[in-house]
């Protein structure tokens, strides 16, 4: 059972996250001068992906607000706000249902995660390059995709393909299936598991296609 209490530690430490963001590194990016970690995080990726404004402002800026104005009323006694953020988790207020609600946080905190993974593996645009992103952020990134391929990655034939395919900048799926002796077929089926959060898939001729690592998982894959 979650008690307040717990609800108010688990959801400070969530956020402790957010306010440790590099911001100074954020503003030196972007060119742009923040008042705070949030907001340099969220300039940083409007500037970097500009085709994507109302994609961060829906499934980035607004759940991390909603996250922290909850924060800022039940830990602290803040913000006048805080019926917007019991809407937002569709939660009634005053509640006891703690950990329901903490439910809820963590879920939406884990979209935000997915949504931000989505934009730096974003294929055939800019992406931030590692060194940009605030480094616990970046283990947090990695580690929810080592936890989507974990049972899959444990294969010994997939895990050496995708060293494989991590020791280079980017090797023809051709090419890559005769290395290991196997049909295409077999080394797309091998691959498919991993098509969502480890790799870049782009065009190369009517039969083949091009593979490789995003970039902030390549030194973990090669350590498989």
């Known amino acids: 059972m979650v008690t ?48 994507d404004q109302v994609r961060i402002q829906n499934e980035i800026e ?22 917007k953020a019991f809407a937002y988790f569709k939660e009634n207020h005053p509640t006891e249902q703690w950990g329901n609600l903490w439910s809820k946080v963590i879920t939406k905190f884990a979209e935000v995660l997915d949504s931000t993974l989505s934009l730096l593996r974003s294929k055939d645009r800019h992406k ?52 290991f002796n196997i049909s295409v077929e077999e080394l797309r089926f091998l691959l498919y598991p991993f098509s969502r959060n480890v790799l870049m898939i782009k065009p190369n001729d009517m039969n083949s296609t091009k593979l490789q690592i995003v970039e902030f998982m390549k030194e973990r894959i090669r350590t498989l």
Do not use: W
């Not at 607004?62 to 019926?83: F, Q, S, T, V, W």
């Not at 444990?154 to 895990?159: L, T, V």
């Open 62 to 83: 607004e759940p991390i607000g909603m996250i922290c104005l909850l924060r800022d009323y039940i830990a602290h006694g803040k913000n006048k706000n805080y019926e």
């Open 128 to 179: 931030l390059k590692s060194a940009e992103i605030n480094k616990d952020l970046l283990e947090i990134l990695i580690s929810e995709t080592l936890h989507d391929i974990g049972y899959d990655a444990k294969d010994p034939k997939r895990k050496a393909i995708l060293r494989e395919i991590a020791s280079r900048q980017e090797i023809v799926d051709t090419d890559l299936a005769s290395i």
């Open 4 to 51: 307040k209490d717990d609800f108010i530690a688990r959801i400070t430490s969530l956020t402790a996250i957010f306010e440790s963001f590099n911001k100074k590194a954020f503003d030196r990016v972007s060119g742009i001068t923040t008042k705070g970690t949030r907001e340099s995080f969220i300039t940083l990726l409007k500037k970097e992906f500009r085709d």
